[in-house]
């Protein structure tokens, strides 16, 4: 793109997320996210210096493709103050970054869907967001990566075992091999039924923990949220398997 614009002849826009760039025309200056909303200042070359809350919007990386959109409006002539008016109000699918609280537990539920960039990015953002309790994260398959599918899942366990979440439970035949890479150093389960990732939860979540879910949407995986959502913790549909029914390995936790 940077040698390919230069032959290109029509108006150009340029952003900036990084830090306040003089040339450019819109820059995020900070990006701050409480636990109602995301708060983003800009600076724009027509308006100055804007603020933007977004209230059902989570993650750095999302707030940015949102504000892509209020940039793209602007530039089209509408008013920046209208359009802010407008966005504030969005609100993503279901299933996209959705976050709320159960039982004092926080729960996101990023299932809608899943690849190997917005997974490392969900992640990143579920790093650092502070709760006083335990993170528990939850993933299954990301599905369409072709030859490289495999590739990709081992990649992904080598990423959680950077990032050493609490709890990190997986399931899929795919996730498998993401599990593999976190044998013997991580706190690590993998579920051969995804039904049964629900009575773990509710055998072993307290109030201050949070619960995170991603997974192509073709694994079904948003299901398990959005019972959360509806049932909590304590009147789960599913039936708890006996002990010699699990399917599941447990990795025992780092020292």
């Known amino acids: 793109i940077s040698k390919n614009h230069l032959l ?21 200056l900070s990006y701050r996210e409480d636990s109602v909303k995301s708060v983003c200042e800009l600076f724009t070359s027509a308006y100055g210096n804007i603020t933007i809350n977004l209230p059902n919007v989570s993650g750095r990386h999302n707030s940015e493709s949102v504000l892509m959109g209020l940039f793209l409006a602007v530039k089209m002539g509408v008013d920046i103050y209208s359009a802010a008016e407008y966005i504030e109000d969005f609100t993503p699918e279901s299933g996209r970054m959705e976050r709320f609280l159960k039982g004092g537990v926080t729960v996101i539920n990023d299932a809608y869907n899943s690849n190997p960039e917005s997974l490392k990015l969900a992640l990143d953002y579920v790093s650092g967001y502070k709760v006083p309790g335990k993170k528990y994260i939850i993933l299954s398959d990301m599905y369409e990566l072709g030859d490289s599918s495999l590739s990709f899942h081992v990649e992904i366990g ?45 055998s072993v979540v307290r109030a201050g923990d949070l619960i995170f879910f991603k997974g192509s949407h073709g694994t079904e995986l948003f299901r398990l949220p959005l019972e959360i959502k509806e049932q909590g913790f304590c009147c789960l549909l599913y039936t708890s398997p006996s002990p010699r029914d699990r399917t599941r390995s447990r990795m025992p936790s780092s020292a």
């Open 158 to 202: 080598k990423y959680l075992l950077s990032l050493g979440f609490d709890s990190v439970l997986l399931t899929g035949s795919l996730m498998k091999s993401a599990y593999n890479e976190l044998t013997g150093t991580h706190q690590a389960e993998y579920f051969e039924d995804k039904s049964e990732i629900l009575n773990y939860l509710r």
């Open 8 to 28: 290109f002849s029509g108006e150009k826009i340029t952003f900036s997320f990084k830090k306040k760039d003089s040339s450019a025309d819109f820059c995020l």
